[in-house]
């Protein structure tokens, strides 16, 4: 057997009141982190959330703040430092899809919006949690990307831009505190079953649709990503910065060309 202990580490993940945030948030709690379950509006949930993980025995605050806005970041990191003590790990999961719209026809404001939440909100928040990190000289910074930092998806420009550059984020971001013992990694998820796009998945067609574009021939759990999370915040993945990880069921291997050409 070969253990994963976090008990000796304090992890933020943003956008964890729900979805996959929540659900990782929850196993890095059951790995011994001590949790911060942040959230922007949904407080009960956020709370519901922090009492799962307090029936596991593990310290676990709730914070609140706009991810977007540099000010509430700059707070939230305040408030963490002081009620947490440090902190060891950022998950830098919070983040949105926008509407369907193809570009010529797109709200400039809404395209704006979706990159702020979705690249400099964890632009503000990797700036904070560095401020912590390097006197300390060791962390491990997570960004939730896509495979559409990889894949274009027609009606989301804003979206895979953002998951493009937040990529490109990683990769500068280790080159720059790799000297500090500190990591930074993205993670790509394909298509996973989340409350966001269960209008997708439990849609029969729609399910066939994704299907059809993953090798391993079905749609994938949170809990899967969360692991992968786990693994990439331990010690057992020391040696791993700089880079994408994705987990896709095989979604970047073009599914089409199984067959041949």
Same mark, same amino acid.
């Given at each position: ?51 799962d993980i307090m029936k596991e025995q593990t310290k676990v605050d709730i914070f609140q703040a706009d ?67 390097? %006197? ?78 993953? %090798? ?38 073009? %599914? ?6």
């Amino acid at each position: 057997m070969i253990p994963i202990d976090l008990s000796n580490k304090k992890a933020l993940v943003t956008g964890s009141s729900s979805g996959l945030g929540a659900q990782i948030a929850k196993y890095l709690a059951k790995a011994g982190a001590q949790v911060a379950i942040h959230y922007h509006k949904e407080e009960k949930e956020a709370q519901d959330i922090a009492n799962d993980i307090m029936k596991e025995q593990t310290k676990v605050d709730i914070f609140q703040a706009d991810i977007s806005d540099i000010t509430q970041v700059e707070k939230l990191f305040k408030e963490i430092n002081e009620k947490m003590g440090g902190l060891d790990i950022l998950v830098n999961n919070a983040g949105i899809d926008g509407k369907r719209v193809y570009c010529v026809d797109s709200d400039p404001a809404e395209w704006e919006n979706v990159i702020k939440i979705n690249l400099f909100g964890p632009y503000y928040c990797a700036k904070e949690a560095l401020k912590i990190m390097i %006197p300390q000289k060791s962390g491990v910074i997570i960004q939730i990307t896509s495979v559409h930092e990889f894949i274009p998806w027609s009606g989301y420009s804003a979206y895979c831009c953002s998951k493009s550059a937040l990529s490109m984020l990683t990769k500068t971001l280790a080159q720059e505190v790799a000297d500090d013992n500190i990591r930074v990694i993205s993670v790509a998820p394909g298509a996973i079953a989340t409350p966001i796009n269960e209008k997708v998945w439990k849609n029969p067609l729609g399910l066939t649709d994704l299907e059809n574009k993953i %090798p391993m021939k079905r749609v994938g759990k949170s809990e899967e990503v969360a692991n992968l999370v786990v693994f990439l915040t331990s010690d057992l993945a020391s040696y791993i910065t700089g880079t994408t990880i994705p987990i896709d069921g095989g979604m970047l291997i073009y %599914p089409d060309f199984r067959h041949g050409g």
